[in-house]
């Protein structure tokens, strides 16, 4: 099974602090991964992608790959109220563009 | 901008119904697919599709089959209803290719709340 691993959370931090959030994957051949935000009652909506080793900014978001280790992190900077969310991380692999999503880690940004 | 849109946002049907969740995407997409959501469980893949009249079974079809007759619009079919399908069910759909991961994003649908009494 090519299993991705999140820390379930959940996750509380103070507004205006960094937001760490944390994937594991098992499958050496993912190629790709995708980090999704999901408002409760909401449908998933794509964050950032990333598929190099290294770091990936996108605004207050940054998308870190580690393929040695095979982690993937998503930052958020100056964490806001709005941020706080269900956070999925998702990877591509094989041929058939199936994604395999993780659980989920639940954010809390306290105001 | 991308819309995938659901026929129903909630749904109530009676054990042993027969049940039509459909999906609607308006961007020429080729691949869609059919996820259910449950608390602790996450996203899992029922079905999946390359193209019309193709599907692919995912991680949990049992239960379920679906339908692809136009590109835009991939049914799921729940052919006698059981509570233990009592989900939220998510349509998501992309656009294959090479060169360009914009193109492997996924877009999901707002959801079908069903409920199987």
């Known amino acids: 099974q090519k299993e991705v691993e999140q820390n379930s959370g959940p996750l509380s931090v103070p507004e205006g602090a960094i937001a760490s959030l944390n994937c594991t994957y098992s499958?050496?051949?993912?190629?790709?991964f995708f980090w999704y935000r999901q408002y409760s009652g909401k449908s998933p909506e794509l964050i950032m992608f990333i598929y190099s080793n290294g770091d990936k900014e996108d605004g207050r978001f940054t998308a870190q790959l580690n393929k040695a280790s095979q982690y993937v992190s998503l930052l958020i900077r100056d964490s806001q109220p709005s941020d706080s969310a269900t956070y999925l991380c998702a990877h591509l692999g094989g041929s058939n563009y199936k994604l395999t999503f993780g659980k989920g880690t639940l954010l809390t940004v306290n105001p | 901008d991308v819309k995938v849109t659901q026929s129903s946002r909630y749904l109530v049907k009676r054990t042993g119904e027969k049940v039509f969740l459909e999906c609607v995407q308006d961007?020429?997409?080729?691949?869609m697919f059919w996820y259910r959501q449950d608390p602790g469980l996450g996203l899992r893949l029922i079905y999946f599709s390359y193209d019309v009249k193709m599907k692919e079974k995912g991680d949990i079809p049992e239960g379920y089959s679906v339908s692809r007759e136009k590109k835009e619009r991939f049914s799921l079919i729940l052919e006698s209803a059981s509570t233990n399908q009592t989900s939220m069910y998510l349509c998501?759909?992309?656009?294959?290719?090479?060169?360009?991961?914009?193109?492997?994003?996924?877009?999901f649908g707002p959801g079908t709340r069903l409920l199987v009494l």
């Open positions: 499958d050496r051949g993912s190629q790709s």
């Open positions: 998501a759909s992309s656009l294959p290719g090479t060169g360009g991961l914009e193109k492997e994003t996924q877009y």
């Open positions: 961007m020429d997409h080729e691949n």
